[in-house]
């Protein structure tokens, strides 16, 4: 059983910044590819970011690259994703998710997925 907790949304104007964190616990944090995803109210779950196990390799949505990155410490089994340049269509709940699969885009994929937390962006 895999335990993944998020933490760090809020309120924030556009154009402003915000740092998700997922801490997990329950397996070694380094054995998953984890990815972080949002759903609005009224649309469907929407991929952001994923990374593989010990960094590096990144995928970013096109909705989100340039401004956002993943990021991931294993040493404190926590992933990242530090939001910038922030606009009101990023309002969502942001969810992150383990994967045990390869990298990838498809929700699917990912067997266990947080709580959420709400990021809310004022024009």
């Known amino acids: 059983q895999v335990q993944l907790v998020e933490s760090g949304g809020g309120l924030v104007q556009a154009g402003g910044s915000l740092r998700l964190s997922c801490a997990a616990s329950g397996r070694t944090f380094s054995s998953y590819v984890m990815g972080w995803f949002r759903q609005a109210p009224g649309k469907e779950r929407e991929f952001i970011a994923a990374?593989?196990?010990?960094?590096?390799?990144?995928l970013h949505a096109d909705s989100v690259k340039g401004r956002f990155t993943i990021s991931r410490d294993n040493a404190k089994s926590t992933l990242y994703l530090q939001m910038n340049s922030l606009k009101p269509e990023d309002t969502a709940v942001y969810y992150c998710?383990?994967?045990?699969?390869?990298?990838?885009?498809?929700?699917?994929?990912?067997?266990?997925w947080g709580q959420g937390t709400q990021v809310t962006v004022s024009s």
């Open positions: 990374i593989r196990r010990i960094g590096g390799t990144t």
């Open positions: 998710a383990v994967s045990i699969e390869t990298i990838t885009t498809a929700d699917y994929k990912y067997i266990y």
